[in-house]
């Protein structure tokens, strides 16, 4: 390829980046990996061969885990001045964005290089700070789909430094070179490719100068990646210091104009809440009467700010604020006196999708420095209870309550889109999220399960109560299964099914350790009980925990299929567990036309009552 597409790309008399040429040496091949928060927030992997450097951008990153193959799309060749560039390209410029030199090192091929590029099967090896071993390029159809086919896989091969478990991009996310995440280089700006005669130090490094705004540490990724989770994501703000945002407070003017409407009454700021949960519907409304969120994947947290303080609430009540140090003072620097907010404390991976698995390493590792807190409601603000407010009225607050948070800041505000539901979820699902929760426009905050919010799952994913285990066999350290089920309509457990994957060592041996204090003799589950078939050999458990798990449907026995395990959900009180299916539209509608009558005999006895 060379470098004729390099150049075509850029105009050089407007950006100082390196025009580059073929060159030739001796040394060792180079080999490197840029994280680049551009349009996408991407890793570009860059191999040395015949005086440039051969380029893959991968979404996701390299993974160490044989199975994992990553789509790699090839680009343009690089010149080989570009491989130890770290800092800032300005939006408008080709790939503007934030430049992490993640890894670096050499590489040898196995065999021809250029023969198994044509071939469309590179295999080659690895010295790198970071990424080690055997690997492979697959190019997508081998060498019958020609060199004009971009689409390749990146691929660990299994030697001694294959490993499975979370992803290396997680577990080493910050720069070989500087040791800097992504918003530190951005903040500090120390080299930038740019204009020509209108950005300093172009592309050349610079003194690093020590911060003097006191911005508190972003979380790793840009705030772009984490906004991609939202469903129609807005440009991020430009930068401003953290300290001089975090003092600002909404005006008087501004909060009186928020605040117009009959329905927001003066109150006391509670000290807790009931939260609103949606209901499991089949599919996605039609029609401009609702808006969609995308589902956030975390732990579901209500917020109560009084004078700077902030104090984290869980669904079942329980201060959950000592867990989130971090957000707890990015809450604090809201532009507000007192507010109860509603939201998802979640993990955002580098693609930008809220993962649970994620959010589960973080609280093993203690890096709660990067969570981010999802607002998606507010029930009070300055004195006012706006619960009776419209939703889109009350999000229309909400947003200009996130607006004056600091650049930096990990609270972000849940977007939504209006109308098209059953687009917006054919989309969410194509973008491998969990689903969508859809909220009727002009619906007031009700706590407790209704359908003016209706959850939309793009995968059967539930919560179940661990009733037991099985003894570890095989290879399996600790034990083998979990036993897993639900309440029903009478309050009794109904075992569901063994669910024996997703586990790593990490997590079979801190749930062997919560085993140990919920030990008993006789089952919990109403239907399965004694020594025989489903039950040989189990240790039972009181039903206290609560696990997350994902499978594909239910048998014909009602027993779960290929369940998976993806964390113990503490958010959640057991007895809460239920078996929850979906409703379908004329359900829905049922459900609305039944609980419409309901409130205006409700009204009607009220304003007897009154006239009495």
Not at 151 to 159: A, C, I, M, T, Y
């Amino acid at each position: 390829m060379g470098l004729r597409e390099y150049h075509r790309k850029r105009d050089f008399r407007k950006t100082p980046e390196p025009r580059g040429r073929r060159a030739s040496s001796h040394r060792q091949l180079a080999f490197l990996v840029q994280k680049h928060d551009a349009s996408h927030l991407h890793y570009d992997f860059r191999l040395e061969l015949d005086g440039v450097l051969k380029s893959w951008a991968v979404p996701k990153g390299p993974d160490l885990d044989p199975s994992q193959k990553r789509l790699a799309m090839q680009v343009e060749d690089h010149p080989l001045e570009y491989g130890d560039f770290e800092g800032t390209i300005p939006q408008g410029q080709y790939g503007g964005g934030t430049v992490m030199l993640w890894d670096r090192g050499t590489w040898e091929p196995i065999g021809d290089a250029n023969e198994g590029l044509r071939e469309g099967r590179l295999k080659f090896v690895l010295h790198g700070e970071k990424l080690k071993g055997r690997w492979m390029l697959v190019r997508r159809g081998g060498h019958k789909s020609g060199s004009e086919e971009r689409h390749w896989f990146l691929f660990k091969e299994r030697d001694e430094f294959a490993e499975t478990g979370e992803p290396i991009t997680d577990t080493k996310p910050l720069s070989v070179a500087t040791g800097r995440d992504l918003d530190e280089i951005a903040a500090q700006s120390d080299r930038v490719w740019g204009p020509a005669g209108k950005v300093p130090h172009n592309g050349r490094k610079k003194k690093r100068a020590a911060s003097r705004t006191g911005a508190k540490r972003a979380v790793p990724g840009s705030k772009r990646a984490a906004d991609s989770s939202a469903v129609s994501p807005g440009q991020s703000k430009r930068a401003a210091p953290a300290k001089a945002q975090a003092k600002r407070r909404l005006s008087h003017s501004t909060l009186a104009k928020l605040l117009a409407h009959p329905a927001a009454k003066r109150a006391k700021l509670p000290t807790s809440q009931s939260v609103e949960l949606a209901t499991l519907a089949k599919e996605a409304p039609a029609g401009n009467d609702w808006l969609h969120e995308i589902k956030l994947d975390g732990y579901r947290m209500l917020c109560r700010v009084d004078k700077a303080q902030a104090r984290f609430i869980s669904r079942n009540g329980h201060d959950w604020t000592k867990k989130f140090p971090e957000l707890a003072q990015a809450v604090g620097d809201l532009p507000i006196e007192q507010a109860m907010l509603d939201g998802e404390v979640v993990a955002v991976d580098p693609d930008g999708v809220t993962r649970f698995q994620a959010l589960q390493n973080i609280f093993q590792t203690g890096r709660t420095r990067d969570l981010v807190y999802y607002v998606f409601d507010i029930l009070h603000l300055d004195g006012r209870d706006v619960t009776g407010l419209p939703l889109e009225r009350r999000k229309e607050i909400l947003k200009a309550v996130v607006d004056g948070s600091p650049q930096a800041s990990p609270i972000r505000y849940c977007d939504h889109i209006v109308g098209t539901g059953p687009d917006v979820f054919a989309q969410a699902c194509r973008m491998h999220l969990e689903g969508i929760v859809s909220k009727r426009r002009e619906s007031s905050y009700r706590p407790g399960r209704g359908v003016g919010w209706l959850k939309i799952k793009c995968s059967r994913r539930e919560e179940f109560v661990v009733g037991g285990f099985t003894p570890q066999s095989g290879g399996r350290t600790h034990f083998g299964a979990l036993l897993v089920g639900y309440y029903d309509a009478d309050k009794k457990l109904i075992y569901a099914g063994r669910v024996g994957t997703g586990f790593n060592e990490k997590t079979l041996a801190s749930l062997h350790d919560k085993f140990a204090k919920l030990r008993q003799n006789q089952s919990p589950f109403a239907n399965l009980s004694g020594t025989t078939g489903q039950a040989r050999g189990v240790h039972w458990l009181k039903p206290l925990l609560v696990a997350e798990v994902e499978f594909s449907n239910w048998t014909f026995d009602q027993l779960l299929r290929h369940p998976s395990f993806q964390g113990l959900r503490e958010d959640k009180p057991a007895i809460e567990i239920v078996r929850d299916e979906p409703i379908s539209p004329s359900e829905v509608r049922a459900l609305q036309n039944q609980k419409s009558s309901q409130r205006r005999r409700n009204g009607r006895k009220k304003a007897e009552a009154a006239a009495r």
